[in-house]
């Protein structure tokens, strides 16, 4: 019996569950496209961390936008290799873009570059009144008296 491994499908979703949007951001975009390689980390319940490899790139570079929950970081760099003859290309120098959908309430926090490495910071900020509450119970005894039945006792 073959398993099914679901682990590549939630590389392009952040902070959400959602088996269908994940099954359908993974068939248009990720199987095709490999660069850069990043990672996604989890610091806490409500943070988290994509990290992308984005050696010869400067902040200049490189553009991060969120727009209707897609996260969208792109980058462009300028070819300017005229008269250079490369015996070997390992760095890879070309343009690219990664989409992530973003599930509701997680925002982008901070964006920083540093030794090759952009980090992306981002933060479940869910409102409080979405957010459980706890009801005490009190040992007062409530009026069983509904106020409707009250009005019409009184007419």
Known sequence: MRTLDLA????ASVGF???????????RQDSLQAYP?????KGSDDDYRIT???AGFSQDD?????????LTVSGKIEQDSEGVAYLHRGIAGRSF???FQLADHIKVTNATMENGLLHVDLKREVPESLKP?????SNTPVSKQIEGSAKQKAA
């Open 8 to 11: 590549p499908l939630f590389r």
């Open 17 to 27: 569950d959602n088996l269908t949007r994940v099954l359908d951001a993974a068939t």
């Open 37 to 41: 390689p990043y990672n996604i980390a």
């Open 52 to 54: 992308f490899a984005v």
């Open 62 to 70: 490189i553009d991060v936008v969120v727009e209707n929950n897609t």
């Open 97 to 99: 873009e990664r989409r």
């Open 133 to 137: 509450r706890v009801i005490s119970i």
